[in-house]
Protein backbone atom coordinates (compact mmCIF):
# COMPACT_ATOMS: atom_id res chain seq x y z
CA UNK A 1 0.00 0.00 0.00
CA UNK A 2 1.08 3.42 -1.35
CA UNK A 3 0.50 6.43 1.25
CA UNK A 4 0.88 10.23 0.63
CA UNK A 5 0.80 12.29 3.38
CA UNK A 6 0.37 16.02 3.64
CA UNK A 7 -0.82 19.22 5.56
CA UNK A 8 2.34 19.62 7.57
CA UNK A 9 4.14 22.85 7.99
CA UNK A 10 4.98 25.61 10.31
CA UNK A 11 2.43 27.01 13.17
CA UNK A 12 2.49 29.08 16.24
CA UNK A 13 1.55 27.66 19.43
CA UNK A 14 -2.04 27.65 19.79
CA UNK A 15 -2.95 27.00 16.29
CA UNK A 16 -4.43 24.27 14.62
CA UNK A 17 -3.16 21.69 11.04
CA UNK A 18 -4.67 19.15 9.48
CA UNK A 19 -3.16 15.94 8.32
CA UNK A 20 -4.29 14.08 5.34
CA UNK A 21 -3.24 10.53 3.95
CA UNK A 22 -4.25 9.51 0.89
CA UNK A 23 -3.65 5.70 -0.64
CA UNK A 24 -4.21 7.03 -4.66
CA UNK A 25 -4.47 3.17 -5.61
CA UNK A 26 -6.15 1.92 -3.10
CA UNK A 27 -9.28 -0.23 -3.76
CA UNK A 28 -12.18 0.36 -1.10
CA UNK A 29 -11.88 -3.20 0.64
CA UNK A 30 -8.16 -3.10 0.91
CA UNK A 31 -8.70 0.12 2.58
CA UNK A 32 -11.59 -1.01 4.84
CA UNK A 33 -9.82 -4.09 5.92
CA UNK A 34 -6.49 -1.81 7.36
CA UNK A 35 -5.80 -0.13 10.11
CA UNK A 36 -4.79 3.58 9.58
CA UNK A 37 -2.78 5.71 12.27
CA UNK A 38 -0.32 8.72 12.18
CA UNK A 39 3.14 8.37 13.92
CA UNK A 40 5.61 11.01 14.96
CA UNK A 41 9.42 11.43 15.14
CA UNK A 42 10.76 13.98 16.91
CA UNK A 43 14.72 14.95 16.02
CA UNK A 44 16.93 12.45 18.92
CA UNK A 45 13.44 10.81 19.79
CA UNK A 46 12.37 7.55 18.50
CA UNK A 47 8.94 7.57 16.44
CA UNK A 48 5.88 7.00 18.16
CA UNK A 49 2.14 6.41 17.91
CA UNK A 50 0.05 9.61 17.92
CA UNK A 51 -3.39 8.00 17.07
CA UNK A 52 -4.97 5.19 15.31
CA UNK A 53 -8.21 3.87 13.84
CA UNK A 54 -8.87 0.71 13.33
CA UNK A 55 -11.40 -0.94 10.50
CA UNK A 56 -14.30 -0.64 12.63
CA UNK A 57 -13.66 2.82 13.93
CA UNK A 58 -11.90 1.99 17.63
CA UNK A 59 -9.53 4.88 18.30
CA UNK A 60 -6.52 4.89 20.21
CA UNK A 61 -5.04 8.00 20.52
CA UNK A 62 -1.75 8.67 22.67
CA UNK A 63 -2.15 10.62 26.05
CA UNK A 64 0.00 13.16 24.84
CA UNK A 65 -2.48 14.50 22.84
CA UNK A 66 -5.68 13.54 23.78
CA UNK A 67 -8.09 16.28 23.45
CA UNK A 68 -6.55 18.08 21.06
CA UNK A 69 -5.93 15.44 18.09
CA UNK A 70 -8.73 13.79 16.21
CA UNK A 71 -8.01 11.09 14.17
CA UNK A 72 -10.84 9.99 11.62
CA UNK A 73 -11.50 8.37 8.33
CA UNK A 74 -13.44 9.06 4.92
CA UNK A 75 -14.08 5.46 3.10
CA UNK A 76 -15.82 7.12 0.27
CA UNK A 77 -12.78 8.92 -0.49
CA UNK A 78 -10.42 6.61 0.94
CA UNK A 79 -8.62 9.26 3.16
CA UNK A 80 -7.44 9.50 6.33
CA UNK A 81 -7.06 12.69 8.89
CA UNK A 82 -5.17 13.56 11.85
CA UNK A 83 -7.03 17.08 12.97
CA UNK A 84 -4.21 18.81 15.31
CA UNK A 85 -5.31 21.36 17.67
CA UNK A 86 -4.22 23.39 20.06
CA UNK A 87 -0.58 22.85 18.71
CA UNK A 88 2.38 23.01 21.47
CA UNK A 89 5.97 23.51 20.58
CA UNK A 90 6.52 19.75 21.62
CA UNK A 91 4.45 18.69 18.59
CA UNK A 92 6.88 19.44 16.07
CA UNK A 93 7.92 16.30 14.61
CA UNK A 94 8.21 14.53 11.20
CA UNK A 95 4.50 12.84 10.94
CA UNK A 96 3.62 9.56 9.24
CA UNK A 97 1.13 7.93 7.58
CA UNK A 98 0.47 4.12 8.77
CA UNK A 99 -1.47 1.35 7.32
CA UNK A 100 -1.56 -2.02 8.60
CA UNK A 101 -3.40 -4.29 7.11
CA UNK A 102 -6.35 -6.14 9.45
CA UNK A 103 -5.31 -9.76 8.54
CA UNK A 104 -1.99 -9.80 7.21
CA UNK A 105 -0.63 -7.35 10.11
CA UNK A 106 1.61 -5.95 6.82
CA UNK A 107 2.49 -2.58 7.39
CA UNK A 108 3.00 0.52 5.10
CA UNK A 109 4.28 3.97 5.44
CA UNK A 110 4.14 7.18 3.87
CA UNK A 111 7.05 9.38 3.40
CA UNK A 112 6.76 11.96 6.44
CA UNK A 113 5.11 15.17 6.38
CA UNK A 114 6.82 18.20 8.40
CA UNK A 115 5.10 19.85 11.38
CA UNK A 116 7.01 22.51 13.09
CA UNK A 117 5.40 24.74 15.80
CA UNK A 118 6.94 27.86 17.60
CA UNK A 119 6.35 28.89 20.64
Known amino acids: VQLQASGGGLAQAGESLRLTCVSP???????????WGWYRQAPGKQRELVAQ???????NVADSVKGRFTISKDNARKRVFLQMNSLKAEDTAVYYC???????????WGQGTQVTVSS
Open 25 to 35: RIILSTFTNHY
Open 98 to 108: HAQGRDTGVES
Open 53 to 59: ITDGGRI
